[in-house]
């Protein structure tokens, strides 16, 4: 069972995982993630397989997923998370706004849904924060 950690004075560090194939874009989201909390502690994953590797392992409360990766797509994976472990946060981040693909995000259990170069790194601490402070974040 993951324990869910709180934003304010908790003795659990936020676990997150990053599921992108583009290592640039991965290091750059790192760093605004290092720089809004320096307390989390981050894992990164470039497909699925590694992924799920990542998650048994260290079992994240947060993950970030793109849609676009090498083998299984970001969605299918949302949606295997979920099955396993539905208390993990899960927020897709992609390139593609599109309709089709917000819609199966939300009906496969992703908690948000953040498109690429049009979100800042306050609004995802914002996005953050709202999950595990007690308040109820914004869905798809």
Known sequence: MIRKPSMAGNAIPLRTLIVEDNVQFRRSFREILENQFPEMVIFEASDGKE??????????????????????????????????????????????????????????????????????????????RSFFSGGQAPGC
Do not use: C
């Not at 706004?97 to 939300?106: H, S, T, W």
């Open 51 to 128: 992924a799920f590797e990542t998650i048994a392992a260290s079992q994240p409360h947060l993950v970030f997923m793109d849609i676009r990766l090498p083998g299984e797509n970001g969605l299918e994976l949302t949606k295997k998370i979920k099955a396993r472990a539905p208390g993990i946060v899960v927020i897709v981040l992609t390139s593609y706004d599109l309709p089709e693909y917000r819609e199966v995000a939300k009906d496969y259990g992703a908690n948000h849904f953040l498109v690429k170069g049009l979100t800042t790194g306050v609004e995802i601490a914002t996005i953050v």
